[in-house]
């Protein structure tokens, strides 16, 4: 048996147990060895006429530094997975802090936001509680204005304006303040014509219905500054303060002209309120007949 012929079966061997993932024993080289060679047609005596262990020896050198040369292969690859397990670990754990620090911001953020709205809503709230109270003061003050007024007798029930006698203490101070200040002062007198008839067809309820929404048309349209009266016989009576003759009568049939256009409705059946209207500027020698004497009533 030559050198060339052990050379190829042992690289067979070698090609068989690396296929196979075997170690390479003597024992097991020895049963290759001998398989192989009679494969090649020389007898188990022929094989026994070689130097095996040293074959095996050379054999095992070779599978050795072939096993080395896989194991520093094998080495190398765990040695680069390692190192990108390392890098794509460290790049998710960059990520995962970038996304703790997002969420913590966004929640700090959120809690001054949601603090900022919470300090909103009890400043809203105490604001609220600050008006009402306000509200609360206004009524018991106009509540324990009304009850003066009415003890004192100067209210009308029905519309809970001034009444004539209040006209009449009125009266007084705008003469004071014309002679004083040379401000005009200028009345208006209002008179529903048909109202007795309203009464007569409808009932007082309705009349009553009626007055009191004149009322409250006539005190929408006035200033804060004018002055509003509903005396016995029915008559509204305005005080304008800083205001002329002229514009008295302007304003007097702007009036006039709001109540005419106002529909009232009884069941299927609809009126409305004839309106009589005068006005005069108060002089400083006036008494208040003088000045109602000065009133002619008109359509």
Same mark, same amino acid.
Request: proline share 1%; net charge positive.
């Given at each position: ?33 001998i398989r192989n060679a009679k494969k090649k ?27 080395? #040369?896989?194991? $520093?292969? =094998? %080495?190398?690859? *765990?040695? /680069?997975?390692k190192e990108n397990l390392i890098i794509n670990?460290?790049? @998710? ?44 003061t206004n009524i018991n003050k106009m509540e ?64 009553? #219905?009626?007055? $009191?929404? =004149? %009322?409250?048309? *006539?005190? /929408? ?10 005396? @016995? ?67």
């Amino acid at each position: 048996m030559k050198d060339k012929d052990i050379l190829e079966i042992q690289k067979e061997i070698t090609e068989f147990v690396n296929k196979k993932g075997i170690p390479l024993l003597p024992s097991t080289y020895k049963k290759l060895f001998i398989r192989n060679a009679k494969k090649k047609g020389f007898s188990e005596e022929d094989c026994l006429r070689v130097d095996k262990e040293l074959a095996f020896e050379e054999l095992a050198l070779k599978a050795s530094a072939m096993k080395d #040369s896989k194991v $520093k292969d =094998i %080495a190398s690859k *765990i040695r /680069d997975t390692k190192e990108n397990l390392i890098i794509n670990l460290d790049e @998710e754990k960059k990520l995962l802090d970038d996304s703790i620090n997002n969420i913590k911001h966004d929640t700090d953020r959120g809690k001054a936001e949601l603090k900022n709205k919470v300090q909103k809503f009890i400043d809203r709230y105490a604001h609220l509680m600050h008006t009402i109270d306000n509200i609360k003061t206004n009524i018991n003050k106009m509540e324990d204005s009304i009850k003066h007024a009415s003890e004192m007798g100067i209210q009308d029930p029905l519309t809970l304006l001034g009444n004539c006698k209040y006209f009449e203490m009125s009266f007084e101070g705008e003469l004071y303040t014309l002679k004083r200040y040379k401000a005009p002062t200028s009345l208006i007198i209002l008179r529903m014509n048909n109202l007795g008839q309203i009464k007569e067809k409808y009932g007082t309820g309705v009349e009553r #219905s009626v007055i $009191k929404h =004149i %009322a409250a048309i *006539i005190s /929408d349209n006035v200033r804060s500054s004018d002055m509003l009266f509903r005396c @016995e016989n029915g008559d509204f009576r305005i005080l304008l303060h800083n205001t002329d003759l002229e514009k008295c009568q302007i304003f007097a049939q702007k009036i006039k002209f709001i109540i005419g256009r106002i529909v009232f409705q009884k069941g299927n059946e609809r009126f409305k309120v004839n309106v009589l209207y005068g006005a005069a500027q108060i002089r400083e020698k006036d008494t208040i007949d003088s000045l109602l004497m000065r009133i002619n009533l008109k359509i």
